[in-house]
């Protein structure tokens, strides 16, 4: 628990629940990165890498032929440790695959507690997320692990997963977080593109993920969990790396995948608050805990502007944000003379 003014605590990322406040769970995935199971090279290099979260990948990244090779592989990686407090994730391949069960079997048999997540693709209804909770609780007894200690990310990677996005969220107390698959998507709806991630070319109508983020984030936070976005896929552009991470980074998602150590500096920063923004909700936060608290009004001014319980909501998302980037506050809160604000008119 974090503590502030007047004994203010709250998670590590100020996350509650159905009527309560969402911002973000407690692991940080401003950036995600991508690694082939199948290269120990890559696995490797990844260790190094200023990232939250790395997924070692089953799926589309390793060769039919080689699929049981690179379990064992990951599984291995993962054992050595090494990652530091990265979040410590394994993609399968979907379940309507022939390698699913066994990935999961293995990995977690082999490797244990060194999984932290496991990355679920294709997911297209509640029933897989179902399945992945059963087959992870007998591997846990089976292995003597905690119960439900092995957490799930579900990647919405087309139409269908998309129209069953509330039932998926609901689906099992493991998930952590939705991811939106573009690849795929693009796919299943047959828009006019082969860049992954880009918006397709002639489209006219604004931002064409528009909807599908904004629909996998509402799920999300219905049942307080993390929203992140699929990759970009044009390495060397970095320009539209920026824009793409900006944008969804401002509707409010909590990170985007990468796919190689080039992209990690840009999504790193869109997904982290300014030094300002962060001093600045940490500010409201402890001016609304003192006038709340202290002198038992429901909202005050700060620096000529009016905080109330909605703009705690807002400062706590930044905040989290902040302290999970690595962020130190440059400002403090000095409590001044009483002075009188009116309640806003037909306010938050």
């Known amino acids: 628990m974090l503590r502030g003014i007047a004994g203010r605590s709250f998670t590590a990322a100020g996350r509650r629940v159905g009527s309560r406040d969402v911002s973000n769970t407690g692991r940080s995935r401003r950036t995600v990165l991508a690694v082939p199971g199948s290269s120990d090279r890559f696995i490797a290099k990844a260790r190094g890498l200023d990232v939250d979260e790395v997924f070692l990948d089953l799926e589309d990244a390793v060769a039919p032929a080689r699929k049981a090779q690179a379990r064992a592989a990951v599984a291995a990686a993962l054992r050595e440790g090494g990652w530091g407090p990265k979040v410590r994730a394994v993609r399968v391949n979907d379940v309507t695959t022939a390698w699913a069960h066994r990935d999961v079997i293995e990995v977690v048999e082999q490797a244990g507690s060194a999984v932290d997540v496991i990355v679920l693709p294709k997911v297209s209804g509640p029933d897989h997320v179902t399945w992945l909770d059963l087959l992870l609780g007998q591997v846990e007894r089976d292995r003597g692990l905690p119960a439900g200690g092995i957490g799930i990310e579900a990647q919405i990677e087309d139409a269908a997963g998309l129209a069953e996005v509330d039932a998926i969220a609901a689906a099992s107390p493991r998930l952590e977080a939705l991811v939106f698959g573009p690849a795929d998507f693009m796919a299943s709806l047959g828009m006019r593109s082969l860049e992954i991630g880009a918006q397709p070319a002639g489209y006219r109508g604004g931002d064409a993920f528009h909807y599908a983020h904004l629909r996998i984030l509402v799920a999300a936070r219905a049942r307080g969990l993390q929203a992140i976005d699929g990759p ?117």
């Open 232 to 348: 970009y896929a044009a390495i060397h552009d970095t320009d539209g790396l920026r824009r793409a991470a900006a944008s969804v980074a401002a509707l409010g998602y909590d990170g985007k995948w990468v796919l190689h150590p080039g992209q990690v500096d840009v999504v790193n920063s869109e997904f982290s608050p300014s030094q300002a923004d962060y001093d600045r909700a940490e500010l409201i936060l402890d001016a609304y805990e003192y006038h709340v608290g202290v002198r038992g009004r429901g909202a005050a001014m700060l620096d000529g502007e009016m905080i109330d319980e909605a703009s705690r909501k807002l400062a706590l998302v930044a905040a989290a944000r902040g302290r999970a980037a690595g962020l130190r506050r440059t400002t403090s809160f000095t409590p001044g003379p009483p002075t009188t604000a009116a309640p806003p008119a037909g306010g938050e």
